[in-house]
């Protein structure tokens, strides 16, 4: 569960984000969809504690994000995933993730696999990876602790048309055991076959939120 209460965020008097609230329930994919420069980032990084609010509050699995003890075994945030440690290999990455989250290091194996990184791939540095392998890095690093709880910006970023696929029933599978999953992007046709619900935000305030049948019709 992720719920958003009147989050506001100002940078020296500019308005990223106004009076945002949204709610996201388990079992279901939400797409948090808008234009760049829409705030869907600041949004998610006041979710999990990275940029302080100015107004408003959210809680994730029903306490605030920096209040959860060991998050990584309960939320599996991806940000940015151009952002991972370039001189490192993504195995490497992994298996740090794995040990500050606290799981077993046969677990990196495993994710690397589940994300479709080839073991030739993994013995690689990340600054030579392309975006949608780092995408996948990251959505593993997510994962590794079997969380109950995915917040992903732009994850689809990056990602070819088969990765993408691959994507979409990853998070549906994961949502349909009961996950709850957060999911933004610019771009409609990348979150339309796997979300429930829409919150759609342009210059920082929600423009429209809804389940996919009230705002997309029958499509
Ligand atoms: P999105 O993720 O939808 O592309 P962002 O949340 O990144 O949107 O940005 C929302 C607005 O806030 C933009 O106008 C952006 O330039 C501004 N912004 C984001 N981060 C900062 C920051 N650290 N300082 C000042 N302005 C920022
Ligand atoms: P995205 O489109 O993925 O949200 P952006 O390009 O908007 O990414 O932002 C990239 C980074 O730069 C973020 O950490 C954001 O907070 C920061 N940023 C964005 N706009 C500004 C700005 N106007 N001033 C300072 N930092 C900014």
Redo the contacts with the bound molecule.
């Keep these: 569960m992720i719920e958003v209460e009147r989050l506001s965020k100002r ?1 020296r008097g500019a308005e990223a984000v106004r009076d945002v609230t949204f709610r996201c329930a388990p079992g279901t994919v939400t797409g948090f969809l808008g234009p ?2 829409a705030g ?3 949004t998610m ?1 006041m979710i999990c504690g990275l940029t302080p609010p100015s107004d408003g509050a959210a809680t994730v699995l029903g306490r605030p994000y920096r209040r959860i003890a060991n998050p990584g075994r309960h939320v599996g945030v991806l940000l ?1 995933a151009a952002a991972q440690h370039a001189g490192r290999s993504g195995r490497e990455v992994l298996a740090l993730t794995a040990r500050t989250v606290g799981v077993e290091q046969r677990r990196v194996g495993e994710m690397l696999e589940a994300v479709g990184l080839p073991a030739k791939a993994a013995r690689r540095r990340v600054g030579a990876y392309s975006l949608g392998m780092r995408q996948r890095l990251g959505l593993a690093q997510a994962l590794i602790g079997d969380p109950k709880v995915l917040i992903l ?2 994850p689809a970023n990056g990602l070819d048309p088969e990765g993408i696929f691959w994507m979409r029933s990853l998070l549906r599978g994961f949502a349909d055991r009961g996950g709850t999953v957060l999911l933004s992007s610019h771009l409609l046709r990348e979150v339309e076959a796997v979300a429930d619900r829409f919150v759609v935000i342009a210059g920082g305030r929600i423009a429209a939120q809804g389940a996919k049948e009230e705002l997309l019709g029958d499509a």
């Design positions: 940078y760049n420069g869907k980032s600041t990084r940015d910006d732009e």
